[in-house]
T-cell receptor, first 110, second 115 residues
Framework: GEDVEQSLFLSVREGDSSVINCTYT??????LYWYKQEPGAGLQLLTY?????DMKQDQRLTVLLNKKDKHLSLRIADTQTGDSAIYFC??????????FGKGTRLHILP | DAGITQSPRHKVTETGTPVTLRCHQT?????MYWYRQDPGHGLRLIHY???????DKGEVSDGYSVSRSKTEDFLLTLESATSSQTSVYFC??????????????FGPGTRLTVL
């Protein structure tokens, strides 16, 4: 398909791990991104991975990239209430445009 | 954080009126973008600019025009606003050397309501 796909909602208990999945479209994408949007604010780059990497870890965040399946995931360890936000997956296409998914709303349960 | 502002932050207007949204950056980034964000659609690119006076269409450009006469300002104009253009509009910039080549920084957004 032409769209970057991600599930719209995810609920996780505080302290558990959150895993947000994304399927992208362009096998030649050089960078893949995860952006975070908190209520009433713009998007902020959370992390990114270069296409020649399989995994990237940054404190509580782990990004996994499966190029064969064009699958990207973001794992947030020890999820906190401050992690409640919408998370957008994005890819860079051949024409250098960045295409965003529709966003996954992460809801933290007490 | 990249210095990027949008004005106005909120606007209510009537169908058929012209509207101009302004994006201003203080970072000397080359690329500037206008997106709209709607429930169920995520972010969709309206227009973008790759330099002064250089602009191109995105995926939802109909009904919108842009201008970039200075590096720091990117204007989005709705010549005759329609209710379908009620949305939250985000400006973004990119092109800072030293970061991932396509990392974008976003403005705070403009909530536009067309009655």
């Amino acid at each position: 398909g032409e769209d970057v796909e991600q599930s719209l909602f995810l609920s996780v208990r505080e302290g558990d791990s959150s895993v947000i999945n994304c399927t992208y479209t362009d096998s030649s994408s050089t960078y893949l991104y995860w952006y975070k949007q908190e209520p009433g604010a713009g998007l902020q780059l959370l992390t990114y991975i270069f296409s020649n990497m399989d995994m990237k870890q940054d404190q509580r965040l782990t990004v996994l990239l499966n190029k064969k399946d064009k699958h990207l995931s973001l794992r947030i360890a020890d999820t906190q209430t401050g992690d409640s936000a919408i998370y957008f997956c994005a890819e860079t296409r051949r024409d250098d445009k960045i295409i965003f998914g529709k966003g996954t709303r992460l809801h933290i349960l007490p | 954080d990249a210095g990027i502002t949008q004005s106005p932050r909120h606007k209510v207007t009537e169908t058929g009126t012209p509207v101009t949204l302004r994006c201003h950056q203080t970072e000397n980034h080359r690329y500037m973008y206008w997106y709209r964000q709607d429930p169920g659609h995520g972010l969709r690119l309206i227009h973008y600019s790759y330099g002064v006076k250089d602009t191109d269409k995105g995926e939802v450009s109909d009904g919108y025009s842009v201008s970039r006469s200075k590096t720091e300002d990117f204007l989005l104009t709705l010549e005759s606003a329609t209710s379908s253009q009620t949305s939250v509009y985000f400006c973004a910039i990119s092109g800072l050397a030293g970061g991932p080549s396509d990392e974008q920084f976003f403005g705070p957004g403009t909530r536009l309501t067309v009655l």
